[in-house]
């Protein structure tokens, strides 16, 4: 169990040990140890992401073009690049599910800029669905939870474009 333990941490957590003290790493060891024996689904959804890999960045296929430490710091599709002083939160593996999250969540995207509707904040939209994605990656193990999210995104953006197109048919 103590070697599972410290394989975790190694994996996951962006300290390595000389740079914490016995205190906090006897007891991050020891709530991974109790997760663990309780059975416990660990909120990790990463392994340490590499300069030159491939991931999914706010649910687009982009490649790693930097990175600081552990951290992602900037990301490009090759048109665009996108940095900041940790993306890593917003960057998952190349997985399946993840890419099949990603494309739904894109289909969500397009069928917004679509309506060219110019009072939309596509900004705000565009939060929305990144949150909406990290969610729906977060829990891509989880079925049944996976299925909620999924019908509460389907709600999200059939309510964006169905008061959309209300909006277009109020005339004045």
């Avoid at 059975?39 to 999914?56: T, Y």
Wanted: charged fraction near 35%; proline fraction near 1%; aromatic fraction near 10%.
């Amino acid at each position: 169990m103590k070697q599972k333990t410290e394989e975790i941490y190694h994996r996951f957590v962006n300290y390595e040990w000389d740079d914490v003290g016995i205190g906090l790493q006897t007891g991050i060891l020891e709530a991974i140890e109790t997760a663990l024996k309780e059975g416990q689904k660990l909120p990790i959804h990463r392994r340490e992401m590499l300069k030159e890999d491939w991931c999914f960045c706010e649910f687009t296929l982009q490649k790693i073009i930097e990175t600081e430490e552990n951290r992602i710091t900037g990301v490009s599709d090759g048109m665009f690049k996108l940095g900041g002083s940790d993306l890593s939160d917003r960057c998952y593996p190349l997985e399946m599910k993840v890419k099949q999250i990603s494309d739904t969540v894109a289909y969500w995207s397009r069928e917004f800029h679509r309506l060219k509707n110019n009072s939309l904040n596509h900004h705000e939209l565009n939060i929305e669905l990144i949150r909406r994605w990290v969610e729906l990656c977060d829990n891509r193990e989880d079925e049944n939870r996976l299925n909620e999210l999924y019908d509460k995104l389907y709600e999200f953006g059939n309510s964006v474009l169905r008061k959309v197109r209300d909006l277009n048919k109020d005339t004045i």
